[in-house]
């Protein structure tokens, strides 16, 4: 994989996440341009490299998404619910990639959706365990179940694009440069 098209992609995606995704927004709900770079690096790359990437990737979006809480709109930077959020959602979709279709929109949907809703669990379970210790969270005077089910809304709406527009990423593989990891010999089988 080239790394610098997938940092160059990664954060071109939280730019936009944070201003022109906001045009797609479904009620509270917006989609996640970094979800889906990282369900198209988690779905081609090589599985040590894709787990790194998925790894930076929520470094990104730790800190390049403030959380605004409290009253005042402290603004509040912590590294590591994103990360350990991606990592988790990562974990499963790498076991899962081998099973999926990558020629299918339904199949790339239920990628998404598995990175997506195992990414927002992780991310609030870290926030949740957060909260306990230090008595603040990223829902602000909601609560850490609201705040959960706007996660899962939004990778709702991340799955609705990634089912949209992952088969237009994939026009671009050639920048990437995946390796290919299958070890076929020509000949007949033995």
Same mark, same amino acid.
Do not use: H
């Given at each position: 994989?080239?790394?610098?098209? !997938?940092?160059?992609?990664?954060?071109?995606?939280?730019? $936009?996440?944070?201003?022109? %995704?906001?045009? @797609?927004?479904?009620?509270?709900?917006?989609?996640? @341009?970094?979800?889906?770079?990282?369900?198209? %690096?988690?779905?081609?790359?090589?599985?040590?490299?894709?787990?790194?990437?998925?790894?930076?990737?929520?470094?990104?979006?730790?800190?390049?998404?403030? +959380? !605004?809480?409290?009253?005042?709109?402290?603004?509040?930077? %912590?590294?590591?619910?994103?990360?350990?959020?991606?990592?988790?959602?990562?974990?499963?979709?790498? /076991?899962?990639?081998?099973? $999926?279709?990558? #020629?299918?929109?339904?199949?790339? /949907?239920?990628?998404?959706?598995?990175?997506?809703?195992?990414?927002?669990?992780?991310?609030?379970?870290?926030? +949740?365990?957060?909260?306990?210790? =230090?008595?603040?969270?990223?829902?602000? #005077?909601? =609560?850490?179940?609201?705040?959960? !089910? #706007?996660?899962?809304?939004?990778?709702?709406?991340?799955? @609705? $694009? %990634?089912?949209? $527009?992952?088969?237009?990423?994939?026009?671009?593989?050639?920048?990437?440069?995946?390796?290919?990891?299958?070890?076929?010999?020509?000949? =007949?089988?033995?």
């Amino acid at each position: 994989m080239s790394w610098p098209v !997938f940092l160059l992609a990664s954060l071109l995606a939280v730019a $936009l996440d944070g201003s022109l %995704v906001q045009v @797609l927004r479904v009620g509270d709900a917006s989609p996640s @341009l970094l979800m889906m770079v990282n369900v198209y %690096v988690l779905l081609n790359a090589p599985k040590q490299t894709a787990f790194r990437g998925v790894l930076i990737a929520g470094l990104f979006a730790d800190l390049l998404s403030p +959380i !605004f809480t409290g009253a005042n709109a402290q603004v509040l930077v %912590v590294v590591g619910p994103s990360i350990l959020g991606f990592a988790l959602g990562a974990v499963a979709l790498l /076991a899962l990639r081998n099973l $999926l279709y990558r #020629e299918s929109r339904l199949a790339l /949907a239920f990628g998404a959706a598995v990175f997506t809703l195992l990414a927002a669990l992780g991310t609030t379970a870290v926030f +949740i365990l957060r909260a306990a210790m =230090t008595g603040t969270g990223p829902w602000g #005077e909601g =609560t850490a179940t609201g705040y959960l !089910f #706007e996660r899962i809304a939004c990778a709702g709406v991340t799955v @609705l $694009l %990634v089912a949209i $527009l992952l088969p237009v990423l994939d026009r671009t593989r050639a920048l990437w440069s995946f390796e290919s990891s299958s070890r076929l010999v020509g000949g =007949t089988a033995r």
